[in-house]
């Protein structure tokens, strides 16, 4: 992509900050060149929180129904899935999937919790629950 073709038609998901993209100058050399964002990006952006929405409203239900600990709710709802939550815990995904089972999540081990509340950013009380 040429300087002159990187999108800076703004779009309304980047709230106004820039990101930076790769582009070929006229030299051709590749440079970075502050982008506003396009069309395709506020596409995409839309279509992966809406994703992001119903797999935390289908969550909802399944902690509702007891079929899973309010953790998979809570690792929707922070916008994280498995693999990252994975990553920034250090807990293996079998590890976490196992404490998706409402059983095991309610013998959790306050550390464990204090762990996966500081990574989403709410209390341990906030986190054995629903909002």
């Given at each position: 992509m040429?300087?002159?073709?990187?999108?800076q038609?703004?779009?309304?998901t980047m709230g106004?900050?820039?990101r930076a993209?790769?582009?070929r100058d006229?030299?051709?050399?590749?440079?970075i060149?502050p982008s506003r964002?396009?069309?395709v990006d506020?596409?995409?952006?839309?279509?992966?929180l809406?994703?992001?929405?119903e797999?935390?409203?289908?969550?909802r239900?399944?902690v509702?129904a007891?079929?899973?600990s309010?953790?998979?709710y809570?690792?929707?709802?922070?916008?994280?899935?498995?693999?990252?939550?994975?990553q920034?815990?250090?807990?293996w995904?079998?590890r976490?999937?196992?404490?998706?089972n409402p059983?095991?999540f309610?013998?959790l081990?306050?550390?464990?919790l204090?762990?996966?509340?500081?990574?989403m950013g709410?209390?341990v009380?906030q986190?054995?629950?629903?909002?």
């Amino acid at each position: 992509m040429d300087v002159n073709d990187v999108p800076q038609e703004g779009n309304r998901t980047m709230g106004g900050y820039r990101r930076a993209m790769y582009a070929r100058d006229k030299d051709g050399r590749i440079v970075i060149v502050p982008s506003r964002g396009g069309e395709v990006d506020e596409t995409v952006t839309l279509q992966a929180l809406d994703l992001i929405r119903e797999q935390t409203e289908q969550a909802r239900t399944r902690v509702q129904a007891g079929k899973t600990s309010p953790l998979e709710y809570w690792m929707y709802a922070q916008r994280l899935d498995l693999p990252q939550l994975s990553q920034v815990t250090g807990y293996w995904q079998w590890r976490i999937r196992r404490h998706f089972n409402p059983e095991r999540f309610a013998r959790l081990p306050a550390k464990v919790l204090q762990n996966y509340a500081w990574v989403m950013g709410i209390t341990v009380d906030q986190l054995k629950k629903l909002p």
